[in-house]
C-alpha cells in the first residue's frame, strides 16, 4: 500500500499529487499505517465486530463514528480523517459508506444527505445479508487460486469453505492478483456468469472488482487459457 493525501477541493488520493488539479496536498497517512489500519477496519467489519465493540445491522452496516470509536480505542494515532481515509481509497472497494463527507472528511467535501453509516462489500464470516445489488454482471468472471486446488474445483466446482460466499473477479489480472495470494503461478478459471444467472443463480457486485455468490457448479467454470 502507498501513503494517501489529501486535496482541499478533491479529497482523497494515493499519488504524489492530486490527479484533478495536481497540487501536493497534505499527509494523511503514511503506508504501513495504512496497511494496519485497512487490516483493523477489514477484521472489524468482517470478522470480529464484537470483539471491537461494533454492532452491524443485519446487512452489515455500522455508524461511521462507532467505526472511528473502535479504531481509536485499538491507535492511539488514528481519527476520523484516517479511517475515512483508507475507506475511500481502498484499492479494492472493501468497504461502502452512505452519507457523511463521502469523498474527502475535510471541511469542503460534499457531503450526503443520510445517516453516515459504513460496512464491508464483502468476505464476511459473520452472518449478514448483503442484499442483491443493482450493477450488471459481466457474462465471464474469473477465480484465481492456487494449482493444487485445480483438479479439485473442476470436479465439484467453487464452494464458499469458510466464506459465507464464493468470490469472483471482473478480470483476469485482478483473478490472477487474488491467487497470487496462494501460490506464485496461480491457475485462473474462467467462469460463464451469464449462463449461471440464466440457471437462477444471484451474482452481486461487491466492490469495484469483486462479484459473490453461492456457489458455482463445475460445468460452468473452465481453466482460463492465455491464448
Known amino acids: 500500500m502507498t501513503a494517501v493525501r489529501a486535496c482541499a477541493d478533491h479529497g482523497f488520493f494515493e499519488c504524489e499529487e492530486c490527479p484533478v488539479c495536481e497540487r501536493d ?135 464458499p469453505l469458510s466464506r459465507q460466499l464464493v468470490h469472483l473477479s471482473g478480470s483476469v489480472d485482478e483473478a490472477r492478483r487474488v491467487g497470487g495470494r496462494h501460490a506464485d503461478d496461480p491457475v485462473v478459471f474462467a467462469v460463464d456468469a451469464a449462463s449461471m444467472v440464466a440457471d437462477g443463480h444471484e451474482i452481486t457486485r461487491r466492490g469495484r472488482t469483486t462479484f459473490t455468490t453461492g456457489r458455482v457448479p463445475p460445468e460452468q467454470l473452465a481453466v482460463h487459457s492465455a491464448d
Open 25 to 159: 496536498g497534505r499527509a494523511v497517512l503514511d503506508a504501513e499505517r495504512r496497511r494496519r489500519l485497512s487490516k483493523y477496519l477489514s477484521g472489524a467489519l468482517r470478522h470480529f465486530p464484537d470483539d471491537a465493540g461494533l454492532a452491524l445491522d443485519e446487512a452489515g452496516w455500522t455508524a461511521f463514528d462507532d467505526l472511528v470509536d473502535a479504531v481509536e480505542r485499538q491507535y492511539d494515532w488514528a481519527g476520523r480523517e484516517r479511517v475515512a481515509a483508507v475507506v475511500a481509497t481502498d484499492p479494492n472497494g472493501r468497504y461502502e459508506r452512505t452519507g457523511g463527507d463521502l469523498g474527502s472528511d475535510t471541511s469542503s467535501g460534499d457531503s450526503v444527505s443520510g445517516p453516515d453509516r459504513v460496512r464491508a462489500a464483502y468476505g464476511h464470516s459473520v452472518a449478514v445479508d448483503l442484499e442483491s445489488g443493482n450493477e450488471p454482471v459481466p457474462d465471464t468472471l474469473y477465480h484465481g487460486t492456487a494449482p493444487r486446488n485445480r483438479d479439485a474445483i473442476l470436479a465439484t466446482g467453487l464452494k
